[in-house]
């Protein structure tokens, strides 16, 4: 009976019931001919070896070299993709994977498809995204360029474990295993390189348990030039990592420059600041540091926006400091809070007028009036700033308002109110 249920898994390995199917195998495929029949073949034997259900699947993003053919000929189960895109194709192969569980790795012959035991066991485990770090497992020689090895990648991945706290080492690694309903759940979107980074992030935001294990890489074995673009994928992975983080991109930044501004002007204020016999930091200085604030505020009031919005939408997990934000902040509350610092602004500037029209509006000889006025200047813009902003965050809540309302508004209309 062992026999015929080994000889079974052997010939039906991939072909299973999908209900008991424990592993897809996904590759996505851009025309990789020239290397795609060894992985599937060192995929099959994975799964055949290791005696799990399972099916090989490539998603293909419109291959014209015959990809489609070689793949279904291995026995492979191939599912089209129109869209383009790195992350298209894996997102359409994701939808349609049969397996509980789903590796992924490019059809290039750089990772080992035969060698998936740690992934397997990790994901058997309880882990919900396992992740590949070649920078454990071995770079082999010609695998990957200098400048994806000692700087787009260390780079784009401290950036990563900085931003959202995660433990990861590889934030780029193209082999990696999930539980394929807590990836679905996900949602994930980004349809090109960037979904390498998505995936890791949101997976983190929504709480998964993320593991690493040694991966090697290999040069691929492909003739023509890979599909990555190193600035253009590398400016779409960074711009994702600071979209998705409003307090690194904006708020962060923001109160940096607020606070340097805000000493500058405070020790400026009052009179020149000597620092040598040969520098001085006088109104110009004063009118930088003015200059640092108003910026520092647009900033810090566009991440309360961004962060507000995302919670609105659930795009981002709530927090406390989320939760605390969305209790506190309103229209109105911005609006009066912005209209006290624009009179105050006008009134500096009022001052100012008044104590020059008392010296006949004549030349000034002392800055204590020029710093008067630009202070006031300072606050009327923060207040200006501060106020159309408040009507900006009463815009982000109109559709939430108008789902809100939708179902009384039906009932109305059906009672015919």
């Known amino acids: 009976m062992n026999a015929v249920a080994a000889k079974r898994r052997e010939d039906h390995a991939e072909f299973d019931d999908p209900a008991e199917l424990e592993l897809t195998i996904l590759m996505p495929c851009l025309n990789e001919a020239e290397t795609l029949a060894m992985c599937i073949g060192k995929a099959r034997a994975y799964l055949i070896g290791a005696g799990i259900s399972g099916e090989v699947l490539i998603a293909d993003n419109g291959s014209i070299d015959g990809s489609q053919d070689i793949a279904r000929g291995l026995g492979a189960r191939v599912v089209p993709v129109p869209q383009k895109g790195y992350g298209a194709a894996l997102l359409g192969g994701i939808a349609a994977a049969r397996g509980r569980f789903i590796i992924m790795g490019d059809a290039d012959d750089s990772y080992d498809f035969s060698a998936l035991d740690a992934f397997v066991t990790r994901l058997r485990n309880g882990a919900e995204l396992v992740m590949g770090n070649r920078f454990q497992g071995g770079i082999e020689p010609g695998a990957m360029p200098p400048l994806h090895r000692y700087l787009g990648n260390p780079v784009l991945s401290f950036i990563g474990r900085l931003f959202f706290r995660i433990g990861a080492g590889d934030f780029h690694c193209g082999l990696r295993g999930f539980n394929a309903a807590r990836i679905r759940e996900l949602d994930l979107r980004t349809t090109g390189m960037e979904f390498a980074s998505e995936m890791v992030v949101r997976s983190a935001l929504a709480g998964l348990r993320i593991e690493e294990v040694p991966t090697t890489l290999k040069p691929d074995g492909r003739s023509r030039p890979p599909h990555l673009r190193t600035w253009r994928d590398g400016w779409r992975h960074l711009k994702f990592l600071l979209m998705y983080n409003p307090r690194w991109l904006f708020v962060i930044p923001g109160l940096s420059l607020c606070g340097l501004g805000v000493v500058l002007a405070a020790v400026l204020f009052f009179g020149p600041l000597q620092l040598n016999s040969t520098m001085e930091l006088d109104l110009n200085t004063f009118l930088a540091a003015c200059f640092m604030i108003v910026t520092g505020v647009q900033l810090v009031s566009f991440g309360v926006l961004s962060r507000y919005y995302a919670d609105l939408t659930g795009i981002l997990p709530r927090t406390p400091w989320s939760d605390w934000l969305m209790r506190s902040i309103s229209t109105d509350r911005l609006a009066l ?9 006008a009134g500096f500037f009022v001052y100012a007028l008044i104590s020059w029209g008392k010296l006949s509006f004549g030349p000034l000889f002392d800055s204590e009036i ?23 965050l009463g815009v982000l809540e109109i559709p939430v308002v108008r789902d809100k309302l939708a179902p009384v508004l039906k009932r109305q209309t059906a009672q015919g109110v």
């Open 337 to 345: 809070d912005a209209a006290i610092c624009f009179f105050a602004g």
């Open 370 to 392: 020029p710093r008067i006025v630009v202070l006031g200047l300072t606050l009327i813009v923060i207040g200006l700033q501060g106020f159309f902003s408040a009507f900006l």
